[in-house]
């Protein structure tokens, strides 16, 4: 990632902009997957952590993009109902186990190792480590799938007290279509690690991107062939195949790596065992995290049948903005932050990771806030046509205010976690991780009584923002610093730029709402307009502030010759 010229600011400022520089460059100048013979000169190597971030980016926010399609498509078929509700705790079960085996487990425990055998040139090894990965997962994950399709009617109940009847048997059944999801995504996640430890993150940035695509395609294809409820099925099927071609995507992306598989299966190999070992904490990590959205459910199910699907709903939208850019940042940046981890140069690993945060906040702090005035207009035009209905388009837009104020915060999340992944610290992860759980199940036992859905998803932001200040927290203390006066006067600016955007995004479209109506090109016109404008005024506030963020952020856009 390419970092701003130091801004006339004290000396601290500029020594830490100097020494985010240094980190790139260091970064750039290694290539874990050089090899003789190939052509790694530092001439191909110029930018290109910017290269692969701005790509990454532009990629995930097609794939947000195709998300939001599908997320619409599926709306209008089903709307927020009892069955988009069982589907939505039937997929998320399923989801919850694949987290502890695909490629947010695997990448934290398995690159900063294979990294490592790529750096000492032992190819060799490295291969036959990544080999034995890819056969145990299959094995395993195989066992687990057929185990869970035999248990599922005694486990799923668990995951949704409030269900009866009809709606939990076709949750049940639901959940059984959908679990084969966690063989293919587990083999992807080692696939996906092997890529991005050669710095190839093209295939793993698309390959949503089609997922989505695959999933509209079959929605259109199979809803009209069944009735009732069963029309969920086809959602289930759709998921189904889109994963498989998730999977081949980055399978196919192999062949551009020295990579050769083989049949040995040497899971007594202590690269295998050193994997496995990390990896353990950082799936109890990732596991708590992710089951933060499974504990919304279950909350939700004791507020309504519809509320799960709420829920879910507007958490979709809530990941536009989240993947497009800060989960660019912390994939994109990984790699390099194990690699300064693992040769102990930690300045520069808190120097990369600090810029990174204030990248963040750039983008996602007047995200947040144009959400949080925008809410219902957003859900209106994304989903209120077919089965979605206005009372649903208030029960949604609620719970995506509500979410709104933790995007900032889980954006720092994410990439801090990645950061004690890379210094192969996973068990301070692991217990924050347990922590953000813990106050977000009791924020959200507290207030779904009360507040509904939007107490509920307020429970999960308490947790994540407590989990955020425990982390920096340790952190600062790891690396002697955390550059925290530039990130607070980063941050102070990007707020008042931020509530600026907030207020004339909602006079626009307040404005424009009331001349041209609620018909969808008046709402295409009018929220286009509101955001358009508030990014604008966003933008030159920044420039007028001196926020270095959006020159670096600028110089990921570089104009063709």
């Known amino acids: 990632?390419?970092?701003?010229?130091?801004?006339?600011?004290?000396?601290?400022?500029?020594?830490?902009?100097?020494?985010?520089?240094?980190?790139?460059?260091?970064?750039?100048?290694?290539?874990?997957?050089?090899?003789?013979?190939?052509?790694?000169?530092?001439?191909?190597?110029?930018?290109?952590?910017?290269?692969?971030?701005?790509?990454?980016?532009?990629?995930?926010?097609?794939?947000?993009?195709?998300?939001?399609?599908?997320?619409?498509?599926?709306?209008?078929?089903?709307?927020?109902?009892?069955?988009?509700?069982?589907?939505?705790?039937?997929?998320?079960v399923p989801n919850l186990v694949r987290i502890f085996f695909s490629d947010a487990a695997l990448q934290p425990a398995f690159v900063p190792i294979f990294a490592e055998q790529l750096d000492k040139k032992n190819y060799r090894e490295a291969f036959r480590l990544a080999s034995t990965l890819l056969l145990l997962v299959t094995r395993v994950l195989g066992a687990i799938t057929a185990l869970f399709v035999l248990v599922a009617p005694v486990v799923m109940p668990l995951f949704a007290p409030g269900f009866k009847g009809e709606i939990l048997d076709l949750t049940v059944t639901l959940s059984q279509v959908l679990f084969p999801i966690l063989i293919l995504l587990g083999v992807s996640g080692v696939v996906v690690g092997i890529l991005n430890s050669y710095d190839r993150f093209g295939a793993f940035a698309i390959a949503p991107l089609f997922w989505n695509l695959t999933i509209i395609l079959l929605l259109v294809v199979l809803a009209p062939m069944f009735e009732g409820q069963d029309r969920i099925y086809a959602y289930a099927i759709g998921i189904l195949a889109g994963t498989l071609v998730q999977l081949l995507i980055p399978v196919f992306d192999l062949r551009n790596t020295p990579f050769k598989f083989g049949w040995s299966f040497e899971w007594r190999n202590p690269g295998v065992r050193r994997v496995l070992l990390l990896m353990l904490p950082v799936t109890i990590s990732l596991g708590l995290i992710n089951f933060n959205m499974l504990i919304n459910s279950l909350f939700g199910s004791l507020v309504s049948d519809q509320a799960p699907a709420a829920i879910d709903k507007a958490f979709r939208i809530y990941q536009l903005p989240q993947g497009i850019f800060s989960v660019a940042i912390a994939t994109v940046l990984f790699p390099t932050l194990a690699r300064f981890a693992a040769r102990g140069e930690h300045g520069n690993l808190r120097a990369t990771m600090a810029n990174g945060m204030r990248q963040i906040l750039f983008v996602l702090v007047p995200a947040a806030a144009a959400v949080l005035v925008l809410s219902e207009p957003m859900i209106r035009l994304v989903y209120q046509r077919g089965e979605f209905t206005p009372e649903q388009t208030t029960l949604v837009a609620t719970a995506l205010f509500w979410f709104a104020f933790s995007l900032p915060t889980n954006g720092l999340y994410l990439l801090q976690t990645r950061t004690f992944f890379s210094l192969q610290r996973p068990w301070l992860a692991t217990g924050l991780a347990g922590m953000d759980l813990a106050v977000s199940t009791l924020a959200a036992w507290l207030l779904y009584k009360p507040f509904g859905a939007g107490g509920i998803v307020a429970g999960t932001g308490i947790g994540t923002t407590a989990a955020v200040i425990a982390q920096a927290a340790i952190l600062r203390s790891e690396f002697d610093g955390l550059e925290l006066r530039r990130l607070i006067s980063t941050g102070t600016r990007i707020t008042i730029a931020a509530a600026a955007l907030a207020a004339v995004s909602f006079g626009v479209w307040d404005l424009l709402d009331s001349a041209l109506g609620r018909g969808l090109g008046g709402q295409i016109v009018s929220l286009g307009s509101a955001l358009a404008v508030g990014g604008a005024v966003y933008l030159a506030l920044a420039k007028l502030m001196k926020i270095a963020e959006l020159e670096q952020i600028m110089r990921l856009l570089p104009s063709r010759r």
């Open 1 to 92: 990632m390419e970092t701003p010229k130091a801004p006339d600011s004290p000396d601290r400022e500029e020594e830490a902009a100097v020494a985010s520089d240094a980190a790139v460059r260091a970064a750039e100048a290694f290539e874990p997957g050089e090899e003789p013979g190939g052509d790694f000169s530092p001439g191909s190597q110029a930018g290109r952590i910017a290269r692969s971030t701005a790509f990454f980016s532009v990629a995930t926010a097609a794939s947000r993009v195709a998300g939001l399609g599908r997320e619409i498509v599926a709306a209008s078929y089903y709307g927020v109902s009892g069955p988009m509700s069982a589907f939505t705790i039937a997929f998320q």
